[in-house]
C-alpha cells in the first residue's frame, strides 16, 4: 500500500512520530494528483509550490516542537467555493473566472492556522447547484470507481480527490446534499454539520439559510479530526453557533468500539422505497442489520412532511440563489462583458451581457425560478408556503428525535449514473437530494457512511446518519461504530475495491 | 394562485430582464417549457400548510449579533480593487448609470 493510502489519522501519528516529514507527504500527494487527475479532474487549481512551502514550514515547527494540531502537516484540498487569500477561487463559474481572493474564509484560515498544507481547489457545480459536477464551467469531474460516471455533486471535485488518494482530506458545502451524496456515489465519508456550526464567512452564499461547509474524507475519524478543526463560532458569521463544539473525536473513537447498546435507531418511512435502487436498499438494510446486531434498538418513525421537501427546497433555494448572486454584477470583479454592437452601454446593459456570458445553464434556470417565486402575486403562494412547510419538516424531526436518537435513510437514492445522462433534465437532476435536503431545510446535522456496492452495478452506496441539531457528536458515534462493523464485514476499506483507476501509476 | 403553473416565454424574458440576464431567443426556447416543467412540481406544495404554520426563515432561531464599536483591519484600497474589472485611482471604474437624457 502506498503512503498516500492511509488514514489521515494514521498520517498524523506517522508525522508526529517523525516516521515521515510533512513535505514527504505533501509530495506523495501531489505527484498522485499529477498521476491521476488528468483523468478525474477533481481540481481546478493545483499550488504545489505553495502546499510544499506549508508542509516545509510545518516540518520546521514540529522540529521546534510547536505543532499547532494534530493535523498539522496533513495536506488537504478544498472546494472552489471558498475564498482563498492568493488562490484563485471560480466557484466553478466562468464568471469568476481568475479571480484571486484579498482575503481567506474562516474555514481556510482555520486550517491555516491549524497548519494543514493547502494542495488546492477542487471542482464543483457551478455556485454549488447540481448533483453531478457536470455543471462546473471548466468541465465535469469523473468518478474514480468508473470514469464514465458522475462522482456526485455539488461536491464532485473534493469526493473524488479523497476517493483517488489524491487527498486525505477535503472541504466540501452542503446546501441539499452536496457533501453527503458526492460521499455516497464514490464510497466516501462526509459530514453535513449542524448549520450555523462550521461558519460561512468567506463561503460564496448559494442559499445562505442552507449553506454549510464540512468535512469530506475516507474514515469517520478523519471527519471528525477535521470538524474540530474548522468548526466553533466565528464572530464574522452572524448565524455561527455561539455554544462550543460537542467532543467530536472522541464520539467517533467510541463508536469505533462498535457498541450501539441503548441507542435507538429510527429509520425514516418516507426516505426509502419506490424511487431508491434494489442494491441501495439491499445494503441500506444489511447496514441496519449490523446495527441492531450492535446493540442498537431499531424504530420505524414517520415524517410525512419529507414528501415535500424537495418542492420547499427548490422554491427556497432559487429565492434565495436569485439574491445572492445578484452581487455578480461586473461592476466590483469577476467578468466584465460589453454587449456586441452598444455604443457606450450602460451600466445595466453591461450586467444583463456580462450575465448572460458568465452564467450556465443551471444557473440560470435558477436565478429565474427564483426572481419568479419571489414576484408580488406569487411570493405568498411560492415562497411564502415553502417556508411554512419548512415548519412542518422541522416539526416531523422534533417529533421522530422524541422516538429515536438518530434518523437512517439512504443518501442517495442510487448509484453514480452515467455523465451526460440526467444533464439536461433538470427534474431527474433534482431528485437525487430527495433524502438529504430534510436536513439542510431544518438544519440538522448529517453524516453519509460507505455501506458496500450495490449488486447490479458493483458500485458504492451511503447510509445517512442524522441527529438533533448541535448533537454532531451522535452521527459521529453511530456513524463509526457502522463503519467498524462493515470494514470487519468487509475486511478493509471499501475504497480498496475500487478498480476505476487500475493500471495508473503512483 | 393559478391552477395550472406555467411560464411562458414572454413571461421568462421578463423575468430574466428583473434578474438583468440578457437571454438568447435559443435559451428562451429551451428554458421556458424546463421551467413550466419544474414549477408544475413544486407547486404540489400548494395548500399544504395552513395559515396557523408559522414561516421559518433560519434553521435555528437568530439573534442579532452586535460587538463592541472597535477598528478592526479591513481590505486596503488596493486588495479590494484587485479583482474590479475596471479601476481608476482607488475607485471602481464603471459604465454610465444614467441615461443620455440625465
Known amino acids: ?506 | 394562485m393559478a391552477t395550472t403553473p406555467s411560464i411562458t416565454r414572454d413571461e421568462v424574458a421578463h423575468l430574466a430582464n428583473l434578474a438583468r440576464i440578457d437571454l438568447t431567443d435559443a435559451e428562451l426556447d429551451h428554458l421556458a417549457p424546463q421551467l413550466s416543467v419544474i414549477l408544475e412540481s413544486v407547486a404540489s406544495i400548494s395548500g399544504v400548510a395552513d395559515e396557523n404554520t408559522p414561516p421559518t426563515s433560519h434553521a435555528l432561531p437568530l439573534t442579532n449579533v452586535f460587538r463592541e464599536d472597535v477598528v478592526t483591519p479591513g481590505l486596503t484600497a488596493d486588495e479590494a480593487l484587485s479583482g474590479a474589472p475596471e479601476h481608476e485611482g482607488q475607485r471602481f471604474k464603471v459604465p454610465r448609470i444614467l441615461g443620455d437624457e440625465q
Open chain 1, 1 to 506: 500500500m502506498s503512503a498516500s493510502h492511509t488514514t489521515a489519522a494514521r498520517l498524523a501519528e506517522e508525522l508526529a512520530a517523525g516516521n515521515v516529514t510533512a513535505v514527504e507527504v505533501t509530495q506523495r500527494h501531489l505527484d498522485r494528483i499529477a498521476a491521476v487527475d488528468g483523468q478525474v479532474h477533481a481540481f481546478l487549481h493545483v499550488d504545489a509550490e505553495g502546499a510544499l512551502e506549508q508542509a516545509a514550514a510545518s516540518d520546521a515547527r514540529r522540529a521546534d516542537g510547536r505543532s499547532l494540531s494534530p493535523l498539522d502537516g496533513v495536506p488537504i484540498a478544498v472546494k472552489d467555493v471558498m475564498a482563498t487569500k492568493g488562490l484563485p477561487t471560480t466557484c466553478g463559474s466562468r464568471i469568476l473566472e481568475g479571480w484571486v481572493p484579498p482575503y481567506d474564509a474562516t474555514v481556510v484560515a482555520r486550517l491555516r492556522e491549524a497548519g494543514l498544507p493547502i494542495l488546492g481547489k477542487t471542482n464543483m457545480d457551478e455556485f454549488a447547484m447540481g448533483s453531478s459536477t457536470e455543471h462546473s464551467a471548466y468541465g465535469p469531474t469523473r468518478n474514480p470507481w468508473d470514469l464514465g460516471r458522475i462522482p456526485g455533486g455539488s461536491g464532485g471535485g473534493s469526493a473524488a480527490a479523497v476517493a483517488a488518494y489524491e487527498a486525505p482530506l477535503a472541504i466540501g458545502t452542503d446546501t441539499g446534499g452536496s457533501i453527503r451524496q458526492p460521499g455516497a456515489v464514490t464510497g466516501t465519508v462526509g459530514v453535513k454539520p449542524t448549520y450555523g456550526g462550521v461558519s460561512r464567512y468567506g463561503l460564496v452564499s448559494l442559499a445562505n439559510s442552507l449553506d454549510q461547509a464540512g468535512p469530506v474524507t475516507r474514515t469517520v475519524l478523519d471527519a471528525a479530526l477535521l470538524h474540530e478543526v474548522i468548526g466553533g463560532h466565528d464572530p464574522r458569521d452572524s448565524t455561527s453557533i455561539d455554544a462550543p463544539l460537542p467532543d467530536l473525536v472522541g464520539a467517533a473513537r467510541r463508536g469505533a468500539e462498535g457498541d450501539l447498546t441503548g441507542v435507538r435507531i429510527g429509520v425514516v418511512k418516507e426516505l426509502g422505497g419506490e424511487g431508491y435502487q434494489a442494491g441501495v436498499l439491499a445494503r441500506f438494510q444489511e447496514s441496519v442489520d449490523l446495527m441492531v446486531a450492535a446493540g442498537a434498538e431499531l424504530v420505524e418513525v414517520s415524517c410525512p412532511s419529507f414528501v415535500h421537501a424537495l418542492a420547499t427546497y427548490y422554491l427556497i433555494l432559487p429565492a434565495e440563489a436569485s439574491s445572492n448572486l445578484a452581487r455578480f454584477d461586473a461592476m466590483r470583479y469577476g467578468l466584465r462583458k460589453y454587449p456586441e454592437g452598444v455604443e457606450a452601454p450602460s451600466a445595466e446593459e453591461v450586467m444583463r451581457a456580462t450575465r448572460e456570458a458568465g452564467f450556465g445553464d443551471e444557473v440560470k434556470r435558477r436565478i429565474i425560478l427564483g426572481t419568479y417565486a419571489l414576484s408580488s402575486g406569487y411570493y405568498d403562494a411560492y415562497y411564502g408556503q415553502a417556508q411554512k412547510v419548512r415548519t412542518l419538516i422541522s416539526q416531523d424531526f422534533a417529533e421522530a428525535f422524541t422516538h429515536a436518537d438518530v434518523l437512517l435513510s439512504p443518501t442517495a437514492p442510487t448509484t453514480a449514473f452515467e455523465l451526460g445522462e440526467k444533464l439536461d433534465d433538470p427534474l431527474a437532476m433534482y431528485l437525487n437530494d430527495l433524502a438529504t435536503i430534510p436536513a439542510n431545510l431544518s438544519g440538522v446535522p448529517g453524516i453519509s457512511v460507505p455501506s458496500g456496492l450495490a449488486d447490479e452495478d458493483g458500485l458504492p452506496a451511503g447510509v445517512q446518519i442524522l441527529a438533533p441539531a448541535m448533537r454532531d457528536d451522535r452521527v459521529y458515534v453511530v456513524g463509526a461504530a457502522l463503519e467498524a462493523a462493515l470494514t470487519e464485514k468487509w475486511g478493509g476499506p471499501l475504497l480498496d475495491q475500487a478498480r476505476g483507476l487500475e493500471g495508473v501509476s503512483a
